[in-house]
């Protein structure tokens, strides 16, 4: 079982930059896929972008593309997720998740942080 722990959320005016990290610690012996979601005030959940195991592969939600980049840490159980040109729109609790699928991007994800809070204002 994993556990994952989000950081670097915070408040940032519109144009500005965040950035977010996610640390998985817990007993597995199996590379898994990491991922970022995020959920707004009376939306659903939407999937923000994600990355394999060996860091090469992302993959990314088309609001964000251009704008966010997702990578691996040195420690291969540590995710980042860079903000830039952040938008009101983008404000919301953002998830860190990880996957045992075989396929890329996942269909499903196995565990998920608490989240942490962005907010952008105009």
């Known amino acids: 079982q994993l556990q994952l722990v989000e950081s670097g959320g915070g408040q940032v005016q519109a144009g500005g930059s965040l950035r977010l990290s996610c640390i998985a610690s817990g007993r597995t012996f199996r590379q898994y896929i990491m991922g970022w979601f995020r959920q707004a005030p009376g939306k659903e959940r939407e999937f923000v972008a994600a990355?394999?195991?060996?860091?090469?592969?992302?993959h990314y939600a088309d609001s964000v593309t251009g704008r966010f980049v997702i990578s691996k840490g040195n420690a291969g159980s540590t995710v980042h997720l860079q903000m830039n040109s952040l938008k009101p729109e983008d404000t919301a609790v953002y998830y860190c998740?990880?996957?045992?699928?075989?396929?890329?991007?996942?269909?499903?994800?196995?565990?998920w942080g608490q989240g942490t809070q962005v907010t952008v204002s105009s």
């Open positions: 998740a990880t996957s045992y699928g075989s396929q890329f991007p996942p269909g499903q994800y196995d565990y």
């Open positions: 990355i394999a195991w060996s860091g090469i592969n992302t």
